[in-house]
């Protein structure tokens, strides 16, 4: 009989025969008479019974030799009870072919373990396979041991029959959440073994390539190179893995139109055909791939051994070509596409919870990107969500830590050169990345509502340095100050009464307060926004368009809203830069919207002013005021409080 143990071998200790001899001076010797309290009447039952029992049961002495065997053993070994004396019973049975287990049986031999039980795959005398449970334990008041053997097939079949059920999902019967994260963490644990191993042959054969050059032996095979076994090592095994990361775009839509039923239908279609997908693949590639269904209409396919980003390329091409084509559910065609995140990287120290955030990760760029495609992971953007994610989760503390400042950038009067305001930009002094300009997360705090507390701490440093620059230049002209605010403020905060109670604890004037919005943010504002500004207007506070020309610019709503300036984007004064090749248009543009501002009763700041041929041009057209590297970048309030009552800037 031959027989497949369950666990690793290992060799037999060399200490297992230590005590062999102090053993057998415990017992008394072969042939010695146990001591049992039975009749021979009884004892004639009790051989009969152990004959007969369905069981299979054979005793073994000391040794390990067969002494008797009952019809079952020898049934189920194939040869005749009688035969089966003085043979070795771990023979029998596989005992010894698992280092643990063989010194576990002869550890019952010895009198040392009271018992010894352990499962073996067995083949049976008439071919088949079956699992077995073998037992092994002394016999009472007797040197002589007990083995039996209980056929587990069924119970083995039952277990595995359970376990499917529990790995695999009902509805496609493709493997489920569970198999899919054992599939992978093993995948990416053979990996890095695989790795540790070659790299260890590679130790070990250029140890001996040095060896051998020391020792004057030729080591150089044909092309020039070092011959060396570890170079075949792994039979063309890569070490990487790839993983198609999916989800059905719009699924929702089918189980609340069409119900759950046709729902499940198209997973399981959906199943059908990334298998066929995967298995195509497969035929053409080494090893097989996983595919299985994460839940609700997620799906994985895990390539083992992947060639390079090339191959999951390709797969993920043929999995959105399978699932453009319409599915035919009894009747019912229906269409669908796929979003798919594609990771493939060596899988020698990875994780299977690093590759599959990257997945998650790589799939909702492809969604964001418009959904019907693939998109491979891109460290440089995952480094760059990474830190916009490390930004939003500090920069609520952050206002409350004092790491904000504000940087004023003068708005300059075309006409004479002089300060007219200061627009007030936003830095972030963080701790980790440096200085941030406002670009980098003011979109983020917009996105998690903390720009309603920023804007409140911008607006109120803003106000109260304005009121400071009046304070210490009284016989100046004051400058206004111009704050930028989200459409958030208004939304989510009472702007009004936070702006009166600035104003009226600043002890700043409102009409040397300009508040900026975007030309989007303003030609939507409708309702709650409109009257918000509305009533700033209305308590002297100036209101701008920020950006105007890259929006809407909806002229008609213009002339209804409560606003005091226009700011022309700067792409408009880009355009007058080369002089030598002006474009017309350009200007025609920017004096159509200076007149019609005008006619409005607005004034316009011209964004950008770089040089001053533009601010030249700009003047000439009738701009107001202009803001730019020209007049100066954005600088400290000590600086802006030099440039009051000082000299002119160029004009």
């Known amino acids: ?354 590759l599959m955030q990257d997945a998650d990760t790589t799939l909702y760029w492809a969604k964001a990107d418009g959904k019907a495609r693939w998109t491979l992971f891109d460290p440089e953007r995952n480094a760059h969500r990474m830190t916009r994610q490390a930004l939003s989760s500090t920069l609520r503390p952050a206002v409350e830590r004092g790491e904000f400042a504000l940087e004023y950038q003068p708005l300059v009067d075309l006409a004479d050169g002089a300060v007219r305001g200061v627009e007030a930009l936003v830095r972030w002094n963080h701790p980790q990345f440096g200085v941030l300009p406002p670009n980098r997360f003011v979109g983020i705090a917009e996105e998690d509502g903390s720009i309603v507390e920023l804007g409140r701490w911008v607006l109120n440093t803003a106000c109260r340095q304005a009121r400071q620059w009046q304070k210490d230049h009284p016989r100046e002209r004051p400058i206004f100050v111009s704050v930028n605010v989200a459409v958030r403020q208004v939304w989510d905060s009472d702007l009004v009464a936070d702006v009166a109670g600035i104003l009226a604890e600043t002890g700043l004037a409102p009409h040397l307060l300009q508040l900026e919005l975007t030309e989007s943010a303003v030609m939507g504002s409708a309702g709650r926004p409109l009257q918000a500004l509305q009533a700033l207007s209305d308590m002297g506070v100036r209101i701008a368009i920020d950006d105007f020309g890259t929006g809407y610019s909806n002229l008609a709503y213009l002339s209804r809203l409560p606003v005091s300036v226009l700011k022309l984007d700067g792409s408009f004064v880009r355009g007058f830069q080369d002089e030598e090749h002006a474009n017309p248009a350009d200007e025609l543009i920017v004096e159509a919207l200076v007149q019609l501002a005008h006619r409005l009763g607005l004034t316009v700041t011209a964004e950008c002013v770089e040089t001053s041929g533009q601010a030249s041009r700009l003047r000439r057209i009738g701009c107001d005021t202009g803001q730019g590297w020209l007049y100066s970048r954005a600088v400290t309030p000590d600086r802006i409080a030099e440039l009051i009552g000082a000299e002119p800037l160029p004009a």
């Open 1 to 354: 009989m031959s027989g497949t143990p369950e666990g690793p071998v290992h060799p037999e200790p060399p200490e297992t025969r230590a005590a062999e001899s102090a053993l057998t001076e415990r017992h008394p010797p072969y042939g010695a008479e146990p001591r049992v309290g039975c009749s021979p009447s009884e004892l004639r039952d009790y051989r009969a019974a152990f004959r007969v029992a369905q069981l299979a049961m054979a005793v073994i002495d000391q040794d390990g030799v067969v002494v008797t065997a009952n019809d079952s053993f020898g049934t189920l070994v194939g040869a005749a009870p009688e035969s089966l004396r003085e043979q070795a019973a771990a023979d029998l049975v596989d005992l010894a072919s698992d280092g643990r287990t063989w010194h576990a049986y002869r550890e019952v031999l010895r009198g040392r373990r009271s018992r010894f039980r352990c499962t073996r795959r067995l083949k049976h005398a008439d071919g088949r396979s079956l699992w077995a449970e073998v037992t092994v334990a002394p016999v009472p008041d007797s040197r002589r041991v007990l083995l039996s053997i209980t056929d587990i097939s069924d119970r083995r079949e039952l277990q595995a029959r359970l376990r499917h059920l529990q790995m695999h999902d009902p509805v496609t019967r493709l493997p489920n959440r569970a198999l899919f994260f054992e599939r992978l963490s093993a995948a990416l644990e053979s990996s890095t073994q695989d790795a540790a191993d070659r790299a260890s042959a590679a130790a070990v054969a250029g140890t001996a390539s040095a060896v051998a050059v020391a020792g004057g032996v030729d080591t150089v095979g044909p092309g020039g190179t070092i011959s060396s076994s570890y170079e075949s090592y792994g039979y063309g095994r890569t070490g990487r893995i790839g993983l198609c990361y999916l989800d059905l775009d719009g699924f929702k839509a089918v189980n609340d139109t069409l119900g759950h039923r046709v729902g499940d239908r198209l997973l399981a279609a959906v199943a059908s055909r990334l298998t066929e997908c995967a298995d195509s693949d497969g035929y053409t590639r080494s090893g097989g791939h996983l595919v299985a269904r994460l839940g609700g209409d997620e799906f994985a396919i895990v390539v083992e051994e992947s060639t390079g980003t090339e191959q999951l390329a390709d797969l993920a091409r043929s999995v959105l070509n399978a699932l453009q084509r319409p599915f035919d559910l009894g009747g019912q065609r229906l269409s669908v596409s796929a979003s798919i995140g594609v990771v493939e990287r060596s899988g020698s120290g990875t994780t299977a919870t690093a």
